[in-house]
């Protein structure tokens, strides 16, 4: 098993770090060129430890040769800007990649570890990398499957006695995203302007958001596409997700409470959605496999799945107030309280036959807990700005500020804790236009 928790590798990996043996996330990078070295160009890439592992200089430094469906490997798909075509390429050699990797960084194998060219050539440091948008999804779809956080949004805009529509515990509600604004982490994020009413106002005034917020949520990668009218068995829609990662789906509260009736999300939502730069297969989350929470009323059959399909993942959100040296922990939840599992939604969304491309994203919604700690957003931490939120530094927020910057971090903990870790999704809020 590669996420046995006893192996170790020949690289040195601080406890707790998100990125160990047991991991091996994919991700996209480039080196640009120095006075020293030429750019690499983009490469895929394997996150260990605080390096990243090239590919393609490992394909070159021939240590996927003869080795099963990595002989084959096209050296091209190892040098593109986005994992698209290397997923594309299909579970075994996925698998087979993690496999020889594995190997290959294992505290007891030569092959690489003793030969300090070929270590050169294949391990960087990721502070000397830039982290590149990992995926290209051609579609994005945002789901609303925490039962807390809709609980809490139904309660503030409408009523607690009536929080849910009537819909939701039948099937995971969702709106189609915009795919065009996804960022990776490290880019900021411009106050969007727009629209928007208070509503004691007569008529709605257009400017910048007041009411700029983040929403926690885990996002998964489509792995094996399918066709225009064939629907995903429940049974087997896990086959189809190649892995996850972190995502915050900033959101204009202001904009969105104004403009969503009767059709939904708009222009409150897709000014920018940001995205971890590490891709976390299924088969290192296979170790956190749990029992998500009861469902009643029991899910029509297309939705029910025997067998632990949820994810035991401590999430956190930290925030690094502008002008502030030090961030602040705001929430910490965990995946599994989702009510929605990822293969529910997969298989919910594939049910009318929309057909699944490879790279398609899928987010969970935010993540919101039981507590008042572990909610995902501002506008629940706040209470729609009834309750501002008190920080160290003696100021507080209802909503993000010019300056702010939001950090989210994720890990699944194994036995001897070591943690197979996301790393981290950032960015700041710039003053818009
Ligand atoms: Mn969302």
Known sequence: MLTDPALRSWIDIAPGHPFPLQNLPFGVFEREATAGAPGTGPRLGVAIGSYVLDLYAVQQQGFFDGVGLLAGLPPKVLRRRSLNRFIGLGRP????????????????NPELRDHEDAVRACLLRQTDVQLLQPIKPRNYTDFYSSIEHATNVGSMFRDPANALLPNWRHLPVAYHGRASSIVVSGTPICRPQGQRKAPDAEAPTFGPSQQLDFELEVGF?????TTLGSPVPIAEAEDHIFGVLLFNDWSARDLQSWEYAPLGPFLGKNFGSSVSPWVVTMDALEPFRVPGPAQLPTPLPYLQVPGPHHFDLQLEVALLPAGATEEVVISQTNFRHLYWSMAQQLAHHASNGCNLEVGDLYASGTISGPTPDSLGSMLELAWRGTRPLPLPDGSE???????????MRGYGELSNGVRIGFGEVRGMVLAGL
């Open 221 to 225: 990668v489509v792995g094996k596409g």
């Open 93 to 108: 050699v996925w698998r087979a990649v993690r496999q020889r990797l594995s190997e290959l960084l294992r505290h007891d």
């Open 397 to 407: 927020r209802s909503f993000l500020l010019d300056g702010d910057t939001v950090i």
